[in-house]
Each structure stands twice: as C-alpha cells, then as structure tokens.
C-alpha cells in the first residue's frame, strides 16, 4: 500500500457517502481539518483512527485496500440482502447478473 492509494481511497468512500472531509473529521472525533489533512498528504491516521474510518464507511479494514471494489459499502449491503433470500431467489440472481456480465 501507498500513501497515494490511501489518499485516493479516502476521497472515493467519502464522495460516495456524499459527506464533506469536515463532517466526517467532527463525525469522528477530530479536530474539522483532520480528513483533510489526510487526503492532501500532509497527515496519515493512527491505526486506530484508521478503524474509525472503516466503521464509519462500514466496511472492514480489507474492503479499504480491495482496489476491485469500487462501492464495497453498497456490495456489503447487497450481500447482506442476498443471506436474507431464499436458495431459489439467489440462483436466480446469479443468473441475472452473469447475463450482464456478458
């Protein structure tokens, strides 16, 4: 991992969740400009704050740094949906989204 994939990632999930860097600083605890810091390179989190991140995007440490992931809340979200289906329902869902992968 690099400091740019970091910064990068930072500013997608943020964008996504459709929360400004000052909302999301105050949101976990730190001082407004913290988020910012970070996406401009200028500051890089604690591993514990780091886990803040990922339960404020609710996703694990491991959707973070999954660059084949582009929406990894929506996909956790969506599977989580899935579990509550029956087999049946499931098989045809697959179905359906191997049709759109062709």
């Known amino acids: 991992m690099n400091?740019?994939?970091f910064r990068q990632r930072l500013i997608q999930l943020r964008n996504q969740k459709g929360v400004s860097a000052r909302d999301m600083s105050l949101t976990l605890?730190?001082?407004e400009s913290y988020i910012n810091?970070?996406?401009n390179g200028k500051a890089f989190p604690s591993l514990q704050i780091f886990f803040y991140i990922c339960d404020y995007?609710?996703?694990s440490?491991?959707?973070f740094f999954d660059e084949n992931s582009s929406n990894p809340a929506l996909?956790?979200?969506l599977i989580a949906d899935l579990k509550t289906l029956p087999d049946c329902q499931i098989s045809n869902i697959a179905g359906i989204v191997k049709g759109l992968k062709r």
Do not use: V
Request: charged share 40%; net charge negative.
């Open 3 to 5: 400091e740019e994939f």
């Open 29 to 31: 605890g730190q001082s």
């Open 37 to 39: 810091k970070i996406e």
């Open 57 to 59: 995007f609710d996703i």
């Open 61 to 63: 440490p491991k959707d």
């Open 75 to 77: 996909l956790n979200t």
